[in-house]
């Protein structure tokens, strides 16, 4: 089932520099999510200065727990990097 994951940073002074701590090992995940067909694509959500304050994230898990379980361990969930998270089902079209 795929999934976009819309996940927003906190607003505080010392959130730029929680991403920053936790950017690397959130980006391995992503990429052994990617070898394992699990994340399809996604990307930083930037405002007005080109700051980063948040990722979108289309996910392709087998049930909306596991999406769950995943997020549970993901290290800008672990990291207190993401503090607003919201999630929907969708359906993605593949060009091919």
Do not use: C
């Not at 399809?40 to 959500?45: C, E, H, K, S, T």
């Not at 405002?47 to 087998?62: A, I």
């Not at 596991?66 to 549970?72: E, I, S």
């Amino acid at each position: 089932m795929e999934f976009l994951v819309m996940a927003y940073d906190g607003k505080d002074s010392e959130a730029g520099e929680r991403r920053l701590r936790a950017r690397p090992a959130h980006l391995d995940n992503m990429a052994v999510l990617r070898a394992a067909g699990v994340f399809i694509n996604g990307g930083a959500i930037l405002d007005d200065q080109g700051t980063m304050v948040g990722s979108t994230l289309y996910m392709n898990f087998e049930s909306r727990a596991a999406l769950d379980q995943w997020l549970q361990s993901d290290p800008y969930v672990t990291g207190g990097v993401w503090v607003d998270i919201e999630v929907k089902p969708i359906r993605l079209v593949r060009s091919t």
